[in-house]
């Protein structure tokens, strides 16, 4: 069987998921950065307040939720995974109680 067949990827695929995954990745801090450093101007545009903290706040929770909850969806989500593990790993016992 070939590698095709096998679903293996080849050198130029891996290559290209590469590239894409770091051309993704400088995009997303970019956008990040870019929003960052415009969020006095919008909060006041869009929030205007008296409380100029409450309005840069407001503004950047729509950002840092989203980071926050990926954050904590990883870290449940690598427990769950590693409780798999353990379950999976774990002797089996037979009808008779000896372990198979």
């Known amino acids: ?12 695929s891996r290559r290209e998921a590469v590239v894409a995954g770091v051309i993704g990745n400088v ?4 956008d990040f950065a870019v929003y960052g450093y415009f969020v006095p101007v919008i909060s006041q545009l869009f929030f205007p307040d008296q409380n100029e903290y409450k309005s840069l706040l407001t503004t950047l929770a729509p950002r840092v939720s989203p980071a ?3 954050a904590t969806a990883r870290q449940a989500q690598t427990r769950l995974q590693r409780q798999h593990e353990r379950l999976a790993n774990f002797p089996k016992r037979n009808p008779l109680g000896s372990f198979s």
Not at 1 to 12: C, D, H, P, Q, R
Not at 27 to 30: H, Q, R, S
Request: glycine share 10%; no cysteine; aromatic share 16%.
């Open 1 to 12: 069987m070939t590698s095709a067949a096998l679903g293996v990827a080849g050198k130029s």
């Open 27 to 30: 995009l997303e801090w970019y």
């Open 68 to 70: 926050f909850a990926k």
